[in-house]
């Protein structure tokens, strides 16, 4: 009985000898590509009352969490040492609300020859270390995660859609996230 082979995972950043590098773009074609990411920080329910009447102690707790993921978002190819500097069309980053965790989701978009799933991915996770830092003071025992993309498009690779109950609105209800 013949076994069958599991296929190796390709890793683009890995040149035949297993050495990083950066991946040639060059020869590409410019697609419109978006990236969608969704995750979420646990916390005592009295924290996320706070947060949404805007009074913890450090103040505007989404705002800087917000200005925070997109400006880490630009900043994601001197964060991740292979990844292209891009110039983004579009960063945003919306919450929705549990009774004890607060839900982020990032989005970008770029007029590009390469993805910008690193960049909503950043976007999400800067936004996540800066409401834990804005809100440290009151609950140190918060969690975040999980992280996941959710949503890519563009390029050759197409569109990629993860379904997942993240237990708050769906990625793709706008009208739920501030």
Known sequence: MARERAEEPSFSHLDGRGKARMVDVGQKE???REAVAV?????????????????APKGDVLAV?????????KKTSSLIPL?????????EVGFAFGSDRVFIRSRARVRSRTGVEMEALTALTVTALALYDMCKSADKGMELGPFALVHKSGGRS???TRRRDWGGPPPEEDGAWE
């Not at 995750?39 to 009074?55: D, S």
């Not at 969490?65 to 880490?72: E, F, N």
């Not at 990844?83 to 960063?91: G, T």
């Open 30 to 32: 410019e697609t419109l």
């Open 39 to 55: 995750g979420e920080v646990k916390m005592k329910a009295a924290t996320v009352a706070a947060i949404r009447k805007g009074a």
């Open 65 to 73: 969490a917000r200005i925070a993921g997109i400006q880490g978002a």
């Open 83 to 91: 990844c292209h500097p891009l110039s983004l069309d579009l960063v």
């Open 158 to 160: 197409g569109v990629f």
